[in-house]
């Protein structure tokens, strides 16, 4: 049974920086062969962030307000995923989730998500 478990989030002063964590168990690392980071601020629907492939190669396209000020990461061939986050505006306030699954049409596995708070 594929686990996802998100962790690090917290509150912080507008400028300031949080790295998260996703760490997932079970399953075959074909479950994970696609990690995102999804959020979603208060009183809206849930976003895209960021995603990775189970090599490393990123992909920002989901979101352009992050370029250059959130960076996902995750080691070659392996279910733990972050997501360095600097420059940190009230707007990134929201819960953030981690999703996980064999490919982009296939991502079937949701964490339980990390509260994020930017105060200003």
């Known amino acids: 049974q594929v686990q996802l478990v998100e962790s690090g989030g917290g509150l912080v002063q507008a400028g300031g920086s949080l790295r998260l964590s996703c760490s997932g168990s079970g399953g075959t690392i074909w479950s994970f062969n696609i990690m995102a980071w999804y959020r979603q601020p208060p009183g809206k629907k849930r976003e895209l962030v960021a995603s990775?492939?189970?090599?490393?190669?990123?992909?920002?396209s989901g979101s352009s307000s992050v370029k250059g000020r959130f960076t996902i990461s995750r080691k070659y061939g392996e279910k733990t995923m972050y997501l360095q986050m600097t420059e940190l505006e009230p707007e990134d306030t929201g819960t953030y989730f981690c999703?996980?699954?064999?490919?982009?049409?296939?991502?079937?596995?949701w964490g339980q998500g990390t509260q994020v708070t930017v105060s200003s």
């Open positions: 999703k996980a699954g064999p490919n982009a049409n296939t991502m079937n596995y």
């Open positions: 990775i492939s189970r090599t490393g190669i990123p992909d920002y």
